[in-house]
C-alpha cells in the first residue's frame, strides 16, 4: 500500500505562481512513476503532468507554465505552477503509476487532494 498527501492548493491571482507537493510513505519502494492529476466539478479527471526518473509529460494546457518533480529522497512530488489561468482551477491529485513507452496509466493510488483556485 502507498498513501499519498497532497498540500499547496490556494487562491491566487491570474498570472501568479504556485507550488504543490504530494508526500508519498507505505511501500515507496514500489513507486516507479508518478504524475498530477486535476478535476473540476462534472469533468472527468485531468492528467497533467506524469514523471518517471529523468523522463517528464505534460498536457499540451500546461507546457512551458507546469513544471513537475520528485525528490526520491524526500519521497515527495511536487507541481510547481506558473502563469496561472483562471481555467487551472481545479482540484489537483497525485498518482502513482507506469509508463508504456510514452503513455502514462495510473494505478489505484492516489491522494485525497488539493484545491486551486485561480481568480481572474
Known amino acids: 500500500q502507498v498513501q499519498l498527501v497532497e498540500s499547496g492548493g490556494d487562491l491566487v491571482q491570474a498570472g501568479g505562481s504556485l507550488k504543490l507537493s504530494c508526500v508519498a510513505s507505505?511501500?515507496?519502494?514500489?513507486?516507479?512513476?508518478m504524475a498530477w492529476y486535476r478535476q473540476v466539478p462534472g469533468k472527468s479527471r485531468e492528467l497533467v503532468a506524469s514523471?518517471?526518473?529523468?523522463?517528464?509529460s505534460y498536457a499540451d494546457s500546461v507546457k512551458g507554465r507546469f513544471t513537475i518533480s520528485r525528490d526520491i529522497d524526500k519521497n515527495t512530488l511536487y507541481l510547481q505552477m506558473n502563469a496561472l489561468k483562471p481555467e487551472d482551477t481545479a482540484d489537483y491529485y497525485c498518482?502513482?503509476?507506469?509508463?508504456?513507452?510514452?503513455?502514462?496509466?495510473?494505478?489505484?493510488?492516489w491522494g485525497q487532494g488539493t484545491h486551486v483556485t485561480v481568480s481572474s
Open positions: 498518482n502513482t503509476g507506469d509508463f508504456l513507452y510514452d503513455t502514462y496509466y495510473p494505478d489505484d493510488y
Open positions: 507505505g511501500n515507496t519502494f514500489k513507486i516507479l512513476a
Open positions: 514523471i518517471r526518473n529523468g523522463f517528464t
